[in-house]
């Protein structure tokens, strides 16, 4: 997906700007919007999936907007406050800690092709700091919430 595309083209815009790339349901159409997008288009998606795709996404996009009390309108664009320039970035010296109790051991923290700070040892999650590039992308795949910054 192009949201960091989307956010740098909205801001330089005032025009509607069609998003997409990669987009497979509301979620997906939702955070482009966030960045900018003011419409969103499917399309391998819908060739893999069928029409349906399309119904869940609107479907899906409605029931959270309606959950948050919010229009299509009032999200366009409101993660751009947020973007910054890789200039204003700064490091932080953060390591992965891992709750070894919600740890089920699925791997999907070893899913970045540029980690090789997490490994699985007896099935369990285990983090090397010294070769940690402090991304964060392990503790956002983690769906049980067992690794932490």
Known sequence: MAFSQMAQVSK???LP????????????ALMIMVWGA???TFCTSIMWYGWEVVRE???GMGKYLKEKNLTYEQIIGKSLQYLR???ELEAVEKYPVIDYEKCTG???????????SIELINNKAV???????????????C???AIDY
């Open 12 to 14: 330089k815009t005032s």
């Open 17 to 28: 700007i069609v998003g997409g790339g990669g987009l497979c349901n509301g979620e997906d």
């Open 85 to 87: 320039s890789s200039s």
């Open 38 to 40: 003011t419409m969103v």
């Open 127 to 141: 983090s090397t700091d010294e070769k940690c590039l402090e991304c964060g992308i392990c503790a956002e795949l």
């Open 57 to 59: 996404t609107v479907k």
């Open 106 to 116: 699925c791997g999907q923290c070893l899913l970045p092709g540029h980690c090789n």
């Open 143 to 145: 769906k049980f919430g």
